[in-house]
């Protein structure tokens, strides 16, 4: 009889797009960056279906997501307010117990397919997060990270003890984390204020051909 081994288990998409947004000053997760009408939240959950795993959008309690229509992934809200994606990431290991969570924010405007299969690929037993290494200061990138379902106590216990930096967390389990290096370098730069959104939506559209580049930046 085989071992069931960490990275048998069903892996599921979790969109993370409960966040308060201050610095932005509007909500992150419904920027468009890749075209008109087509916010952040839906789009970051159609990559992670592309790669085949079924999704949920993560949020806030009572928190409703603009243009979510039945057709779209189900919203699963967090148990425990004000907590950050560390509690995002706890609510979706509690209700698919069993299952690995495969947990992106919806601020990686630059994230694509084979970021996200290159990680899938990574899985492996005895792993507990399988995340990328930060192109900026190597340090783990917690919120494009597969957290297996034995991850669990060590998040609930975090949260329960206010310790809810999930970077943090994966540093203090630096054992049980396996980190690759990125295939793309800019592949998780996040935009935070309206600078970024800027300065990422301009370099999206500097990578398309001359031909199809919209006449302004501005959306
Ligand atoms: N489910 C859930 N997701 C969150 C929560 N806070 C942040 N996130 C998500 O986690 C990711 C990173 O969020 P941050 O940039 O750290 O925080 P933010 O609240 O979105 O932005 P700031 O208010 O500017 O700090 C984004 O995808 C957020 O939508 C939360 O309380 N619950």
Redesign the pocket.
């Known amino acids: 009889m085989s071992i069931p081994t960490h990275h048998t288990r069903p892996l599921r998409g979790l ?10 000053g509007r909500d ?2 419904s920027l468009c960056y890749h075209a008109p009408g087509l916010p952040q939240w839906r789009y970051t959950s159609q990559l992670l279906s592309e790669t085949g795993l079924p999704v949920c959008l ?3 309690p009572g928190q409703a997501l603009p243009g979510w229509s039945p057709n779209d992934p189900p919203v699963l ?2 148990q425990t ?5 560390l ?3 706890l ?1 979706a290991l509690e209700a698919f117990p069993g299952e690995a969570i495969f947990a ?4 990686l405007p630059l994230l694509d397919t084979d970021t996200l299969r290159t990680l899938i690929a990574a899985r492996q037993a005895n792993a507990l997060a399988i995340a990328y290494h930060s192109t900026h200061d190597g340090l783990p990138e917690p ?1 494009c990270t597969i957290y297996e379902p034995d991850i669990a106590p060590i998040l609930r216990d975090a949260l329960h003890s206010g310790f809810r930096c999930p970077r943090k967390i994966l540093i203090q389990h630096a054992e049980v984390v396996r980190l690759i290096k990125l295939p793309k370098p800019d592949a998780l730069d ?1 935009a ?1 204020t309206p600078e970024d959104f800027f300065r990422l939506k301009q370099s999206l559209q500097n990578a398309l051909p001359l031909s199809t580049r919209p006449l302004t930046t501005h959306g």
Do not use: E, F, T, Y
Not at 15 to 24: C, D
Not at 104 to 107: G, K, M, N, R
């Open positions: 969109v993370l797009a409960g966040g308060h947004s201050r610095r932005m992150k997760a993560s949020v806030r809200p967090d307010n004000d907590a950050g994606p509690a995002g990431l609510a992106v924010a919806c601020d919120l996040n935070n």
